[in-house]
């Protein structure tokens, strides 16, 4: 298991940018799948993005698909997502997830390790 700490969440205009981070512990890094999701008030956690370990892989949810980017730094032990184009419906609090076995579920359950998530409000 890896101890996961989000940063960069905050109040920004519709149109504008955010850029998360997810630092993780532990020097197994590089071996774990990294995702962000999000959960808004009253609706379930959904998947937002991913990156594989080894391969870099990323994949993405439709919504959010042209607009967002998810990277890693194996090196600082960090993964982050670059916001763009933010909407409203984009509000919610974001969350990190590892994982170490393979494959990218989308379900939040087949996620190991989460951090404590950071809000993110787009106004408009």
């Known amino acids: 298991q890896v101890q996961l700490v989000e940063s960069g969440g905050g109040l920004v205009q519709v149109g504008g940018s955010l850029r998360l981070s997810c630092a993780a512990s532990g020097r197994t890094f590089s071996s774990y799948a990294m995702a962000w999701f999000r959960q808004a008030p009253g609706k379930e956690r959904e998947f937002v993005a991913a990156?594989?370990?080894?391969?870099?892989?990323?994949y993405y949810a439709d919504s959010v698909k042209g607009r967002f980017t998810i990277s890693r730094d194996n090196a600082k032990n960090t993964a982050y997502l670059q916001m763009n184009s933010l909407k409203p419906e984009d509000t919610a609090v974001y969350y990190c997830?590892?994982?170490?076995?393979?494959?990218?579920?989308?379900?939040?359950?087949?996620?190991?390790?989460w951090g404590q998530g950071t809000q993110v409000t787009v106004s408009s």
């Open positions: 990156v594989a370990w080894g391969s870099g892989n990323t």
């Open positions: 997830g590892a994982r170490s076995n393979w494959g990218i579920p989308a379900e939040p359950t087949r996620w190991g390790s």
